[in-house]
């Protein structure tokens, strides 16, 4: 069995165990898994298997534990249901098919952890992204674009600086705020022509 195995609140957990045995597997078979906190303590029982499965009855582990294994072929796993930080602890897998006898029974130490935040790039959506991130960037830049523009047009409405249609025809295209400079600029000039022309 491993010497450690993680598990995540509330997720179903594996506990796997394998054996050899010289001897055909026969209904003299038996299976038993025991448990100590973490904290300390006496172990405790909290499964046997002799044919068929005997999950334990009482204490934390009641409804909570299922036989997956198959001594048939070598495996003697049980499952989890739930496991909770408070399960934290070392489990025994010893099995016995006698005239067998055991030796060098492993342990092996559960630590249950809350599942943190976890987010993985799967290939779909690594391609969607590449995909849909330019094209939303594209849209934006458009928004953008036509916004400003709208604006532009908008403050031209207000300015009241619009060409006449002969300007358009005869100068090349200006901004809205180069045509309003040049109104400007003729308006000074003239101003300029005036006082000239009148000494007092």
Same mark, same amino acid.
């Given at each position: 069995?491993?010497?450690?195995?993680?598990? *995540?609140?509330?997720?179903?957990?594996?506990?796997?165990?394998?054996?050899?045995?010289?001897?055909?597997?026969?209904?003299? #078979?038996?299976?038993?898994?025991? *448990?100590?906190? =973490?904290?300390? /303590?006496?172990?405790?029982?909290?499964?046997? *298997?002799?044919?068929?499965?005997?999950?334990?009855?009482?204490?934390?582990?009641?409804?909570? =534990?299922?036989?997956? +294994?198959?001594?048939?072929?070598?495996?003697?796993? =049980?499952?989890?249901?739930?496991?909770?930080?408070?399960?934290?602890?070392?489990?025994?897998?010893?099995?016995?098919?006698?005239?067998?006898? *055991?030796?060098?029974?492993?342990?092996?130490?559960?630590?249950?952890?809350?599942?943190?935040?976890?987010?993985?790039?799967?290939?779909?959506?690594?391609?969607?992204?590449?995909?849909?991130?330019?094209?939303?960037?594209?849209?934006? #830049?458009?928004?953008?674009?036509? /916004?400003?523009?709208?604006?532009?047009?908008?403050?031209?409405?207000?300015?009241?600086?619009?060409?006449?249609?002969?300007?358009?025809?005869?100068?090349?295209?200006?901004?809205?705020?180069?045509?309003?400079? +040049?109104?400007?600029?003729?308006?000074?000039?003239?101003?300029?022509?005036?006082?000239?022309?009148?000494?007092?």
């Amino acid at each position: 069995s491993s010497a450690n195995v993680r598990a *995540y609140v509330g997720e179903q957990v594996a506990l796997k165990c394998s054996f050899k045995s010289s001897s055909p597997i026969s209904e003299s #078979l038996t299976v038993d898994w025991t *448990y100590r906190p =973490i904290t300390g /303590g006496q172990m405790e029982t909290i499964f046997h *298997y002799q044919s068929v499965p005997y999950p334990t009855t009482v204490g934390k582990f009641k409804d909570r =534990i299922s036989w997956v +294994g198959n001594v048939a072929k070598g495996d003697a796993s =049980i499952a989890i249901e739930s496991p909770a930080m408070s399960d934290n602890g070392t489990f025994i897998c010893s099995v016995k098919n006698p005239p067998d006898v *055991y030796h060098n029974i492993p342990q092996t130490m559960l630590i249950v952890t809350e599942r943190g935040f976890s987010f993985q790039l799967t290939s779909a959506v690594l391609l969607s992204i590449l995909v849909f991130l330019p094209s939303i960037i594209v849209v934006v #830049l458009l928004l953008v674009r036509l /916004g400003r523009k709208f604006a532009v047009q908008k403050e031209k409405k207000k300015s009241g600086c619009k060409k006449s249609s002969i300007e358009v025809s005869d100068e090349p295209e200006h901004t809205g705020a180069g045509s309003c400079l +040049g109104k400007l600029r003729d308006w000074c000039l003239n101003c300029v022509d005036t006082d000239e022309e009148d000494p007092y």
